[in-house]
């Protein structure tokens, strides 16, 4: 995988208690990672969630669509990648891959699309747009 293949990318590690009876992270914690990851990602765009809520605009996750390829293991090393892409007039979607570090073997593919609102009504999310750089 090339750097230029992806917007942003960060590392992180499997802890023992994200692995099912297997020896497997468990499905769920790939979420967990996903999120994680988006997160981190709108902190380096200087997008803060907390700040946003204030202002009266929430990003809301719309859809998950997670394709499993290949499981970690505890103590496997990993780095969750994204892309983003916006849909419409209130959709920004995040594509992301989670790649084991050591042989960047492709373990999971997703697509989050995420929707602004306010006051639970879908809006266009205003100045997202340019922060993220998808004008």
């Known amino acids: 995988m090339q750097e230029s293949e ?61 394709e499993y390829k290949y499981p970690l293991k505890s103590c496997d090393r990993f780095f969750v990648t994204i892309n983003i892409q916006r849909e419409g007039h209130v959709r920004i979607v995040f594509i992301q891959n989670i790649f084991r570090l050591t042989d960047n073997k492709l373990i999971v593919k997703a697509r989050i699309t995420s929707a602004a609102t306010k006051k639970g009504k879908p809006v266009a999310p205003g100045d997202l747009i340019q922060k993220l750089g998808l004008e």
């Not at 996903?34 to 200087?46: D, P, Q």
């Open 6 to 66: 992806y917007l942003y990318s960060v590392e992180f590690a499997v802890r023992d208690y994200e692995c099912d009876l297997q020896g497997v992270v468990n499905n769920a914690n790939y979420q967990h990672y996903l999120e994680h990851a988006r997160h981190v990602f709108l902190i380096s765009k200087g997008i803060s969630f907390a700040r946003l809520h204030e202002e009266g605009l929430d990003l809301i996750v719309t859809k998950v669509e997670i």
